[in-house]
């Protein structure tokens, strides 16, 4: 009797964690899925991620787009406007979650030929009607003199 219990112990232990990891690893799935969208101008993909009131801001806030201009700028490119974006190769996933909202953070290495830049993001996600939704993207360039050990 006293290992049935200790079984059902460990059994309540270990589960959650592991399925702790694998919504984190949906989440860096579905991240990932957001890079690659963006690299190919899946405005599908985008029109289903983002959620109505997503924001975007970049640098220092130097530039802040929402939804309609993210989309926006995915049509144009399949289009045919030029973009000169070849990869976009996030890494360092960290993944925290509170109740429905998640937050995403890592590193994404952006080729766009002459000198890839690494910048840091951080996205929140948001889980309606059991679907996740990009909610809001933070990225910032990270200064060569910075990226020692990044």
């Known amino acids: 009797m006293k290992k049935i219990a200790t079984i059902m ?3 309540f232990l270990v589960f959650p964690s592991l399925a702790q990891t694998q919504e984190q690893q949906k989440l860096i799935d579905l991240d990932l899925g957001w890079e690659k969208a963006l690299l190919e101008s899946d405005v599908d993909f985008l029109e289903n991620l983002l959620a109505a ?8 806030a130097n530039l802040i787009d929402g939804k309609e201009a ?5 049509k144009r490119i399949q289009a045919g406007q030029a973009n000169d974006t070849r990869g976009r190769k996030s890494r360092d996933h960290k993944v925290v979650v509170l109740g429905n909202t998640v937050v995403v953070s890592g590193y994404t290495v952006v080729d766009k030929g002459t000198n890839p830049v690494i910048y840091h993001f951080m996205r929140t996600y948001v889980k ?9 993207n933070h990225t910032m360039a990270i200064p ?7």
């Open 9 to 11: 112990l460990l059994c």
């Open 53 to 60: 009131d997503f924001i975007w801001v970049h640098n220092h």
């Open 70 to 74: 993210v989309v926006a700028k995915a």
């Open 144 to 150: 060569d003199e910075e990226l020692k050990g990044k």
């Open 128 to 136: 309606e009607k059991g679907q996740y939704k990009l909610l809001a």
